[in-house]
């Protein structure tokens, strides 16, 4: 497996027949396809509409959408401003480029009486979307602070923050030995919306984490929405996948694909806040009670 090419995005819009910039990323870097090919060209609205994409369901939203690694270009607007789009020529800019660059993460080990380990795992990946996933990356972050901060941790936790799909995977590929002996994690995701908590099972049903998170949630009186594991959602595929198996499992609050703002530039901070984002992280923090106060690593307790 090869991780693709480093995109560099440096300027995209859509300008009318009068060079006026009806659409352009410094405005909302949604705007653009994410991994759009460079293209400077003048089509027509017949040749530009197949390479638009809109949310008739959702008229003010941009909508979020990448190629994910095709060679394609492509530009989001929301449905209202597609309905303003007049039967002229427009001229279409995108500079861009493709570089054998470098993939970041980030990476935190917080030591314990032993090297018994516990993943904890966010992607940084998605541009401008508040719930999916800044929430995430900051929860992580409080998370972090909080095991940081507690002094005679049973379990060593390894925290990473890494782009989604491919940076799990990279990231396994790496630390191969080390990955290969975690039995269990959380992927943080779409943790500060207002909607309610979700829960979505590791792999293996049975495993313990399961049932400590359903106590957390039944002696904290929250109701939640349980989901059974499969391959759709984020990186729990790639931790689970043969030859690691570890059993990860996610709490949410509004979880992807569940809420209507979902990979839309109404995933802002008008959806998310702190509170929010500190309901989740209360929730996160009894979890990591009971991990620290029971047996649970690769036996059910």
Request: hydrophobic fraction near 35%; proline fraction near 4%; aromatic fraction near 12%.
């Amino acid at each position: 497996w090869t991780i693709p090419k480093e995109w560099i995005i440096r300027e995209a819009y859509i300008a009318n027949k009068d060079n006026v910039k009806i659409i352009d990323i410094k405005n909302n870097n949604l705007h653009v396809v994410g991994y759009s090919q460079p293209i400077n060209k003048r089509m027509n609205l017949e040749e530009l509409n197949p390479f638009l994409h809109s949310i008739p369901d959702l008229p003010n939203a941009i909508p979020y959408v990448t190629s994910f690694y095709n060679e394609s270009w492509g530009f989001c607007i929301s449905e209202q401003q597609r309905m303003q789009l007049k039967d002229e020529e427009y001229h279409v800019y995108i500079d861009s480029e493709l570089i054998d660059g470098v993939l970041n993460y980030g990476e935190l080990i917080i030591k314990g009486q032993t090297d018994e380990e516990i993943l904890l795992s966010t992607y940084i990946c998605h541009p401008s979307l508040a719930n999916d996933n800044l929430s995430g990356m900051l929860m992580t972050a409080f998370l972090a602070r909080e095991l940081q901060n507690r002094k005679n941790l049973k379990y060593t936790y390894r925290i990473i923050w890494v782009p989604e799909t491919i940076g799990a995977i990279s990231y396994c590929y790496k630390n191969e030995k080390a990955m290969k002996n975690i039995d269990m994690g959380l992927v943080v995701s779409t943790v500060g919306g207002p909607g309610e908590f979700g829960f979505k099972e590791s792999w293996q049903s049975d495993h313990p984490i399961n049932k400590l998170i359903e106590e957390v949630f039944l002696e904290s009186k929250n109701t939640f929405i349980k989901y059974p594991f499969d391959i759709h959602g984020s990186d729990e595929r790639q931790y689970s996948s043969q030859g690691f198996r570890i059993n990860m499992a996610t709490i949410s609050k509004d979880k992807y694909y569940e809420y209507p703002e979902y990979h839309s530039s109404l995933d802002n901070l008008s959806l998310v806040n702190g509170y929010q984002i500190q309901q989740s992280l209360d929730i996160y923090c009894k979890l990591l009670d009971k991990f620290e106060s029971r047996k649970i690593y690769k036996s059910l307790y």
